[in-house]
């Protein structure tokens, strides 16, 4: 990394979250797209997710376990019991079920068990409606995360938690922050504003280059593969300009230069430019075949 510029005033914030388990799916879907983050929002969790979700909600303990039926085919709850000091034994008390060709759903599921009856049929089925409007941490988080990817930010962790976005992207940040923490009343958001002194943009341009070199890397591994065909070389060569882009936009907002990671890029597009030839080979022999040759 070399400073290209030393006169630049560089800002930004610094995010991390806490989120609670009841956000409302709805609210953060209507939230998202007020603020123009229709695409960043994750979907709504299927009925599977739902039907596990409620399950361990009702039933769950220390010695009462969910556990997934072969071919996702539903969820069993089963008591764990000790028959010996070395033996456990596992007894199914409810069974949710679904046909393995069929979409599960509240019309395809069946509830069985010993101790099943029409109410605690009613319970549980009222306990999935329940959780196919919670959106869970999970994937509050993933909007979190892609909402940053949007705005220009980056992971300062491997493994996220912690992110940086820069000071042009705040105000839409702040419409992202208000619909996540509207959508669910235990959700915070923080943001650490800060101006950025040369360890901070050490800090960030080496999130960077983790970030991007990984998806550089992906991008010329997936090339070299081979087996692609027209549609995936186009996305690539399209991916490979957008990551050309960030960098250059990052080395613009931060006043440095990314030498590296640009020479990565290039030789990323050099893979995907060479597939592109072989398949144009490949589908002009193909298109030649029929023709009776000239010798």
């Known amino acids: 990394m070399s400073i290209t510029q030393t006169n630049i005033s560089i800002s930004g914030g610094v995010v991390f979250w806490s989120l609670s388990g009841g956000t409302d799916w709805q609210k953060l879907f209507d939230g998202c797209t007020a603020a123009?983050?229709?695409?960043?929002?994750?979907?709504?969790?299927?009925?599977?997710?739902?039907a596990k979700a409620a399950l361990v909600d009702l039933y769950q303990n220390k010695r009462v376990l969910v556990r997934p039926l072969p071919n996702s085919t539903g969820y069993a709850v089963v008591d764990e019991t000790s028959s010996t000091l070395k033996t456990l034994e596992y007894n199914a008390r409810i069974v949710c079920?679904?046909?393995?060709?069929?979409?599960?759903g509240q019309t395809t599921m069946t509830v069985t068990g010993l101790a099943v009856d029409a109410q605690e049929d009613a319970i549980i089925r009222q306990a999935i409606d329940n959780q196919m409007d919670v959106a869970p941490h999970s994937k509050v988080a993933s909007t979190l995360v892609e909402i940053i990817?949007?705005?220009?930010?980056?992971?300062?962790k491997?493994?996220?938690?912690?992110?940086w976005i820069p000071e042009r992207a705040m105000v839409r940040w702040a419409d992202a922050v208000a619909a996540i923490e509207k959508?669910?009343?235990?959700?915070?958001?923080?943001?650490?504003?800060?101006?950025?002194?040369?360890?901070?943009?050490?800090a960030v341009v080496s999130a960077i280059r983790a970030d991007i070199g990984t998806e550089v890397q992906a991008l010329a591994e997936q090339a070299q593969n081979g087996g692609d065909n027209k549609r995936?070389?186009?996305s690539r060569q399209s991916k490979a300009e957008a990551l050309l882009a960030r960098v250059t936009d990052y080395e613009a907002l931060l006043g440095v230069t990314l030498q590296e990671l640009k020479d990565g890029i290039e030789a990323a597009t050099s893979f995907v430019v060479s597939a592109a030839a072989v398949q144009m080979a490949?589908?002009?022999?193909?298109?030649?075949?029929?023709?009776?040759?000239?010798e």
């Open 36 to 50: 123009g983050f229709q695409k960043e929002c994750a979907d709504r969790i299927s009925f599977s997710e739902a």
């Open 97 to 104: 079920r679904w046909p393995i060709s069929g979409k599960p």
């Open 149 to 156: 990817k949007t705005l220009g930010g980056v992971p300062l």
């Open 158 to 163: 491997p493994n996220g938690g912690v992110y």
């Open 183 to 202: 959508a669910g009343p235990g959700n915070q958001v923080f943001t650490a504003r800060t101006a950025m002194d040369d360890d901070a943009i050490r």
């Open 232 to 234: 995936s070389l186009a």
């Open 282 to 294: 490949a589908d002009m022999a193909e298109a030649f075949s029929g023709f009776p040759s000239m």
